[in-house]
């Protein structure tokens, strides 16, 4: 059963649902999220990675997706946009206090708001992309759109671009929405200890 405005903000009220800072408005069943700071926004640092791939003997930039350490991984290849050049290649470049996103660039970027639910709650969150964004061409979180009952953090949201036009993102845009709905009973195991981005108040999950 998914969560109506007044149940959204009864939760919250409760201590059921966290979410902070709180809405100011809701949507009839989910809540909107907004982007952080610019200073969050991260792209993979593939030069290095490519670098680093050579000195082993490798031609290409490999990743063996089923078996690498997020955390340490993206400690050492994330960084930020480059400086905006509109002559430069890039994909993504920071213009001020804006994220440029060309067609197929890809950013990691992290919601305003720390949500989640407490060990004792019988809730379970979704995030979800907002359709009249995703006409321009901006896909938001691609994948795993269920946060577990007593997960709590920053959402991480991978951004990619795949429409015609250059994006212009900055802090505090709506770009995501969250939907929660009621399960069963409380989990028996918390995410708080099985999960390695819980609490994460960034994109690479070192700041907690």
Request: a neutral charge; proline letters at 6%; one cysteine or more.
């Amino acid at each position: 059963m998914y969560l109506s405005d007044k149940d959204l903000k009864d939760a919250i009220e409760k201590g059921e649902l966290l979410c902070s800072p709180p809405p100011t408005t809701f949507d009839p069943t989910s809540i909107d999220l907004h982007l952080d700071q610019v200073h969050e926004a991260r792209i993979w640092g593939i030069d290095k990675y490519v670098a680093d791939e050579a000195i082993r003997g490798s031609r290409r930039p490999e990743l063996r997706i089923g078996q690498y350490k997020y955390a340490l991984f993206a400690e050492k290849y994330l960084s930020s946009p480059p400086a905006y050049d509109d002559t430069s290649a890039a994909l993504v470049q920071l213009r001020s206090n804006q994220v440029i996103v060309r067609p197929s660039g890809f950013l990691l970027w992290q919601t305003k708001e720390r949500v989640g639910t407490p060990h004792d709650a019988k809730l379970i969150c979704f995030v979800n992309g907002k359709s009249t964004r995703a006409r321009a061409g901006i896909v938001v979180h691609l994948t795993a759109p269920t946060m577990h009952s007593t997960w709590a953090g920053k959402i991480t949201l991978e951004i990619a671009n795949v429409g015609p036009f250059d994006l212009v993102l900055q802090e505090d845009d709506v770009i995501a929405q969250l939907t929660v709905a009621r399960i069963t009973s409380t989990p028996d195991r918390s995410m708080s200890v099985t999960s390695t981005t819980h609490d994460q108040a960034s994109v690479d999950a070192a700041k907690r």
